[in-house]
């Protein structure tokens, strides 16, 4: 049963600091990876996905890396901003358990200006 | 393009009473996830529709919720009657046709209170 752990669990930072936020995960046969954020009281917003052939993927300040054979991911954010605050959470799906996305608890990270 | 939609974003009801929650996802996603977050845990799969079928309910907690989506459009999860340990955010979700590759689009959630 695949089991996905987030560290740390809360995280606040200066404004303009790179941070790097972990994921690791217990099976690593996965098919994907995805990191969320999630705002209060709103919905998910999907970040990155990773396919379980790719290392990386970027989009603008963000940078999720995917290490399959350790179970481990990393989300990197630069030049962090105080927008940036939010709860980002990491989620895999993987072949033995169907479609569904497993969960981690996610990480609160504020970004004081 | 619309993304997926979830009504009503709130709900509180009483102990005993039914509730009916409702997603709409992506026009042209073939697949619909329901899932929730209960207060202090992760967010649980419930389960997984192919158009119509149910293709995985291994999440669902007990016989008192029953979801379905008719025509392989909208979706419905109805909790009746409702406890108090079903209070939480129940988040739909929507991917596309096939398996495994495929990101999963979230809507807002319904916030669900049951006093």
């Known amino acids: 049963k695949q089991e996905v752990t987030q560290i740390p669990a809360a995280l606040s930072v200066p404004e303009g600091e790179n941070l790097v936020l972990n994921c690791s995960f217990t099976d690593s046969a996965i098919y994907n990876l995805q990191w969320f954020r999630q705002d209060p009281g709103k919905g998910l917003t999907s970040l990155l996905l990773i396919q379980s052939s790719q290392r990386e993927q970027t989009s603008g300040r963000l940078n999720a890396s995917l290490d399959k054979s350790s179970g481990r991911s990393t989300l990197y954010i630069a030049a962090s901003q105080p927008g940036d605050s939010a709860t980002y959470l990491c989620?895999?799906?993987?072949?033995?358990?169907?479609?569904?996305?497993?969960f981690g608890a996610g990480t609160i990270l504020r970004v004081k200006s | 393009e619309a993304g997926v939609t979830q009504f009503p974003s709130h709900s509180v009801i009483e102990k005993g009473q039914t509730v009916t929650l409702r997603c709409d996802p992506i026009s042209g996603h073939d697949n619909l996830y329901w899932y929730r977050r209960v207060m202090g845990k992760e967010i649980k799969f419930l389960l997984h529709?192919?158009?119509?079928?149910?293709?995985?309910e291994s999440g669902m907690p007990n016989n008192r919720f029953l979801a379905e989506r008719t025509g392989g459009t909208y979706s419905t999860l109805k909790v009746q009657p409702a406890e108090l340990e079903d209070s939480g955010v129940y988040f739909c979700?929507?991917?596309?046709?096939?398996?495994?590759?495929?990101?999963?689009?979230f809507g807002p959630g319904t916030r669900l209170t049951v006093t």
């Open positions: 989620a895999v799906r993987t072949p033995g358990e169907g479609n569904k996305l497993v």
């Open positions: 979700a929507s991917s596309q046709a096939g398996q495994g590759s495929y990101e999963q689009y």
């Open positions: 529709f192919v158009k119509e079928s149910k293709q995985d």
